[in-house]
Every structure is written in C-alpha cells, then in structure tokens.
C-alpha cells in the first residue's frame, strides 16, 4: 500500500510561483509513474503533467506547458510540481496519483489505471 500526501497549496498572486510536493510512504515509489491533476470548483478533474517511472520522460497538458515542470527524487520519495507564472485559472484542488504498471507517458494522462491518489492541495491564485 502506497499513502501520498500532497503539500505546499497556498494563496498566491498571479504570476506568482509555488512548488507543491507529493509525498510517498509505504512504500517505495521508484518504479512507479507519477502524474498531478488537479479539479476547478465545477469542473471535472483534469490531467496537468506526468513523470513516467524510470523518470526519463514527463509530460504536460498544453495549458501548463512552459510554466509547470514535474520532478520526482528518489532519495526521499517525492514528486514536486514547479508552478511558475500562475494564472487565475490555474486555481484549483491538486492531486498527485501514482500507478505501479509502468504504463507508458501517454497513457499516464488518463485518471484511468492510478492505483494510489493523495487526498489534495488547494492552490487559489488571485487576479
């Protein structure tokens, strides 16, 4: 069993920057893809990046592209989510998930086939 625990939501202004982490316990975590998604009140939970797990490539939906970067270390079992030039649209409950299947980068930005997921950080970006 996996537990995740995300942290690092806050109240930011935009074009502000924030780094949210995602901690791994229970096990270890080294060969498990990892991906951030995150839910806007109202909306459904979208796909926001993905690190696949031997860590060689990541991925990002088109609107974080360029100012979100994913990274995991090993070391300490984390995930981190470098948000930087945040957007009021980029509010909303983060969630990292993890998946044990080794699926591929592409198949990573699908809900579908996460076995773990951290219970979420709030992450409000005021205009």
């Known amino acids: 069993q996996v537990r995740l625990v995300e942290s690092g939501g806050r109240l930011v202004q935009a074009g502000g920057s924030l780094r949210l982490s995602c901690a791994a316990s229970?096990?270890?975590?080294?060969?498990?893809?990892m991906g951030w998604f995150r839910q806007a009140p109202g909306k459904e939970r979208e796909f926001v990046s993905a690190?696949?797990?031997?860590?060689?490539?990541?991925y990002y939906a088109d609107s974080v592209k360029g100012r979100f970067t994913i990274s995991r270390d090993i070391t300490d079992n984390t995930v981190y989510l470098q948000m930087n030039s945040l957007k009021s649209e980029d509010t909303a409950i983060y969630y990292c998930?993890?998946?044990?299947?080794?699926?591929?980068?592409?198949?990573?930005?699908?809900?579908?086939?996460?076995?773990?997921w951290g219970q979420g950080t709030q992450v409000t970006v005021s205009s």
């Open positions: 998930a993890a998946d044990r299947a080794r699926r591929t980068i592409g198949q990573l930005t699908t809900e579908i086939g996460y076995d773990y």
């Open positions: 690190i696949n797990w031997s860590g060689g490539s990541t």
């Open positions: 229970g096990r270890t975590f080294s060969n498990y893809g």
